[in-house]
Structure formats: C-alpha cells, structure tokens
C-alpha cells in the first residue's frame, strides 16, 4: 500500500513538472520571452507557484530544463550512435542533419529558443550551448576526428555550416520569407530538396578525404 502512494505521488510530481514545462512552451508562443515569469508560468499551468521552486529550485531551472528538452543536438547522445561505424560517421552524419531539418522544421517552441538565443543574451541559453557543444565533442572526438584526422577541421566546418543553415533555413521559412535560392522552403518538394542538397555535400566532403 505504501508502494502504491509512493508511486503515485511520483507521477504526481512528473505530471505537475510538464505542466509548468507546457506552460513556459505556451507563454513562449503566445507572448514571447518578456511573460515568462513566475507568477505568469503557475497561472498558465493551474498550479500553485512555490511548486516550481520545490521541483525545480526557480524559475531559471525551469528554464534551463525547458530549453535541454527541446534542444536537438542537446539530446543526440553518444550512445545514439550506431554500435559499430565503418564508415568514419557519414551516414550518421546524414541522418542527424536530416533528422535536425524536420525537427526544426516542425517544432515552433524550438524555432522561438533559437531566435531568443540570437537576440537575447540569458545565462539558460548559455547555459544549454555549452552543454550542446559538449555533447558535440564527444560525438567528434570519438566518430569523427579519428577518421578524418588531419582534415578533422576541415570536417568541423562543414557541418557547422550546414547545421546553421539547418536553423536559418527554417526561422526564415517561419517568419518573413516563402524561397530561398528560389527554393520555396513551405514545400515538401522545397524541403526535400534541402534535405537532399545536405546529403550531397556530406558525401563529397567524406569522398574529398578518402579521394
């Protein structure tokens, strides 16, 4: 019986964690950066503020959370990576691309935390970049570096701009603009279009190394 209550009060505790975890995601939405208080965030998610500070320790953990459960390269782990990697992390390198394009593509709470990144200076956000990069590094430390050795900048570079457009692309395509480079970014003809440009350039990059 003891089980059963402790057990319930877990979920309890989860369940009340994403709805102030929803709620940061709908202030965000409707009114941008400013409402995000804590005052503001309880009302949304129908709770009791001192919870926040209970199961998060404030509001800038709250935050903090918010931001690392959305943010793409913050949950590419390296375990996601296959088991074994025979071709130095070209197909891994596709397929996290591609996976990142639709994952901005589709998630507009995420398309906010990047334009509040670019135009905002908060220790959250600086916060979730460091341990993006990270995460990052030990992706390339062990997949990448070892197979393009001396070229492991030149690797580096590459995927920094093609992950950077990835978040431009996408923020444009939301906000001011329909094409790019003619390319009409609301299309699924457009996107694939993208998706498979990014594809290309990873294999020509992989085939400058081993050409």
């Not at 926040?52 to 590419?76: C, H, P, Q, T």
């Not at 990270?134 to 197979?147: K, M, R, S, V």
């Amino acid at each position: 019986m003891e089980g059963e209550k402790t057990k319930a009060t877990v979920r309890n505790k989860e369940k009340s964690k994403q709805r102030f975890l929803d709620a940061v995601g709908e202030l965000l939405l409707a009114q941008g950066f400013s409402a995000l208080k804590v005052n503001d965030i309880a009302a949304t998610a129908g709770l009791d503020k001192k919870l926040i500070y209970k199961y998060f320790g404030g509001k800038d953990a709250l935050i903090d959370e918010y931001i690392r459960s959305l943010d793409f390269w913050s949950n590419v782990k390296k375990e996601n990576a296959p088991q074994e990697i025979a071709d130095g992390g070209r197909e891994f390198s596709k397929q996290m691309l591609l996976k990142q394009f639709d994952y901005i593509n589709t998630n507009a709470e995420f398309r906010k935390i990047i334009l509040w990144g670019l135009t905002e200076s908060r220790e959250p956000l600086k916060r979730v970049a460091d341990e993006r990069e990270a995460i990052g590094e030990e992706l390339l430390i062990h997949i990448t570096d070892p197979y393009f050795g001396k070229e492991a900048e030149m690797y580096r570079a590459v995927m920094a701009l093609l992950i950077s457009g990835n978040y431009y692309l996408n923020m444009y395509a939301g906000v001011n603009g329909k094409t790019f480079c003619g390319i009409d970014m609301t299309t699924t003809k457009g996107k694939e279009q993208i998706k498979k440009a990014m594809a290309i350039v990873v294999d020509l990059l992989y085939d400058h190394v081993t050409g």
